[in-house]
């Protein structure tokens, strides 16, 4: 399996970021699979944000549930991050991953 991230490189403080993970090798509908958001800030570690399961299950960090949904594409093959009302403290790389397969990530920077 595949993964790569996509999305906008810059989003202004109060907006929407959208991200997309496209998987390939493997169908994201398999029940067991959980597909996985994660972010590493500059100079931080990294923050689990949430995942989806094959059966479209989510499951969210208490941290960021207010501001976070996962969601899917199953004609597309992909899985979609969805962060409202960013600041800059939302500036990180981004990564898409399952089980220990990676996306190489994707990085968003918040600024006006």
């Known amino acids: 399996v595949q993964l790569q991230e996509s999305g906008p490189g810059l989003v202004e403080p109060s907006q929407t970021l959208s991200l997309t993970c496209t998987v390939s090798?493997?169908?994201?509908?398999?029940?067991?699979?959980?597909y996985s958001w994660i972010r590493q800030p500059p100079g931080k570690g990294l923050e689990w944000m949430g995942a989806?399961?094959?059966?479209?299950?989510?499951y969210y960090n208490p941290s960021v549930k207010s501001r976070t949904s996962i969601s899917r594409d199953t004609s597309k093959n992909h899985v979609t991050l969805q962060l409202t009302s960013v600041t800059p403290e939302d500036t990180a790389v981004y990564y898409c991953?399952?089980?220990?397969?990676w996306g190489q990530g994707t990085h968003v920077s918040v600024a006006s």
């Open positions: 991953i399952r089980g220990n397969v």
């Open positions: 090798g493997d169908s994201i509908t398999i029940a067991y699979h959980f």
């Open positions: 989806i399961d094959g059966s479209g299950s989510t």
